[in-house]
């Protein structure tokens, strides 16, 4: 038996702040205990980790990423080995990642492509949602099998006509299968028909930079779309996760419907959070590193995502982290911005954007942990694993210094992509030691971590329902 202590550090979990010592048995959490107490005392160790003046969390846990994805004719940068091992370089120890069903083609064929992508190559844990481009009656029976089999959140689009979009009755359909067997509805919230008319004129209109993509992809568009999923669900009877909610008056869709009780959530992502339009507009083609969907909004947008967050009419922060390298990828969009790939990195930046977000005063240190491990977990059935430090749960833990500086940039982050979307952002806090399962993957800024090492995790039904 292996056994590990985690001593001297402040653990901060969603529910509680502790001063205690951890000890971790064959990969689990064993038990915690005050520090200093005449229990711990009595642990002994095949090696201790001294956290003195450190925090001690959960790993993070990211609910929506996107490695190796064919996408907007070229595929995103990162594999799911280069994608988690940056993961764990900034304190996330599970991802949940999108498999895709290519249209016309079964469910099990485009899990099986994921399941091959990522077996053997991931740092830390992993699991998958599965994109539903072609809702069928195939289709429809063969969500009840994924669910039984681990696969339990189905993402749909109502955006992206003619890639990965659906109709209100194909999404109503899903809605009424997930209600049935348990699954959890995520959506894509924008009007993608309305937005192609849009496209459509500003090219017509010689409209063709990057900062056109945010003026097309209209607030008014996601929050439409936002009202329609959220009616949709309530006629089947089943939940739903919004996803990458970005503009003001989505979010008061979502406190509406909470309001009513409904089982309605939502997630945004760091980038509406600390980014906006500005970027979008930056000079030359600059703005292409900023193209994502739902798009960047105007910053006063960011006091709306910051309360939803606070009031939990937002319940988490995941990064849709889906990168293109500037050079060759988003250049394919120079002369026409509905050609720039969209999407944006941001798998390692997540856990310290948040603790800046704390810094910043805009959520407490729990409230961190939350929406950025416990909520996630909880809401894509990965608890009580992962999310938490919880005797009996796996030892996926971060030593985070809450002190040290850091600068985001290109030069020294570990995704694969070539440039930073936070660029120069200074930060405060930073990950020193990763553990996943009691194995170290960061060791004092050090990886040390294996492709390999990171299992596939079949998860439970959506725990965070009342
Ligand atoms: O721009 C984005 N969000 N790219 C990834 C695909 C998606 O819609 O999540
Ligand atoms: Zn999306
Ligand atoms: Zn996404």
């Not at 992206?160 to 899903?174: K, M």
């Not at 020294?412 to 930060?427: L, P």
């Amino acid at each position: 038996m292996t056994r590990t202590i985690i001593s001297g550090g402040l653990v901060v979990t969603a529910a509680e702040e502790t001063e205690a010592d951890v000890l971790i048995e064959d990969g689990e959490v064993a038990a915690l205990a005050a520090r200093g107490s005449a229990y711990a005392q009595g642990w002994t160790a095949d090696r201790t980790i001294d956290a003195t003046g450190k925090y001690v969390i959960p790993g993070g846990v990211d609910a929506h990423t996107h490695f190796d994805l064919p996408f907007g004719g070229t595929a995103s940068s990162d594999t799911f080995e280069t994608g988690t091992r940056a993961a764990a370089w900034g304190g996330t120890t599970t991802v949940v990642d999108f498999a895709v069903q290519s249209r016309g083609r079964a469910l099990r064929e485009g899990l099986d492509t994921w399941h091959a992508k990522a077996e053997g190559k991931c740092a830390i844990d992993y699991a998958f949602h599965m994109i539903l481009s072609d809702v069928n009656e195939g289709t429809l029976k063969e969500m009840d099998l994924l669910v039984a089999e681990g696969i339990t959140s189905f993402k749909l689009f109502m955006a992206y006509p003619g890639v990965f979009y659906s109709d209100d009755g194909q999404i109503l359909r899903a809605m009424q299968r997930a209600a049935g067997n348990g699954g959890l509805i995520m959506m894509h919230a924008e009007n993608g028909i309305a937005i192609d008319v849009l496209v459509e004129q500003a090219l017509a209109a010689g409209r063709t930079a990057p900062r056109y993509h945010g003026e097309v992809r209209k607030a008014l568009l996601e929050a439409e779309a936002t009202h329609r999923a959220i009616a949709l669900a309530r006629v089947a009877g089943s939940p739903l996760y919004v996803v990458h909610v970005s503009a003001e008056e989505a979010v008061a869709e979502l406190v509406r419907a909470r309001d009513k009780g409904l089982p309605v959530f939502g997630e945004t992502c760091p980038q509406y959070l600390f980014l906006s339009t500005d970027n979008l507009a930056e000079p030359g083609f600059e703005g292409a590193k900023y193209v994502c969907s739902t798009p960047l909004r105007p910053r006063e947008h960011q006091a709306a995502l910051w309360r939803g967050l606070r009031t939990d009419d937002l319940q988490v922060v995941s990064t849709d982290h889906c990168p293109f390298c500037f050079a060759g990828q988003k250049e394919l969009g120079r002369d026409d911005f509905s050609k720039i790939p969209n999407g944006l990195p941001g798998v390692e930046n997540r856990m310290d954007l948040l603790h800046q977000a704390v810094v910043d005063g805009h959520i407490s240190r729990r409230r961190w942990i939350e929406i950025a491990c416990a909520a996630p977990a909880r809401m894509f059935g990965l608890a009580p694993r992962k999310g938490s430090i919880t005797p009996g749960g796996d030892a996926d833990i971060v030593v985070y210094d809450p002190t040290a500086r850091q600068t985001l940039s290109a030069a020294t982050h570990h995704m694969n992509v070539d440039y930073s979307a936070y660029e120069g952002k200074q930060i405060t806090g930073q990950v020193e030691t990763v553990l996943s399962r009691g194995e170290t993957v960061i060791d004092r800024r050090q990886f040390t971590g294996r492709a390999g090492h990171g299992r596939h995790i079949p998860r439970a039904t959506c725990q965070y329902l009342p």
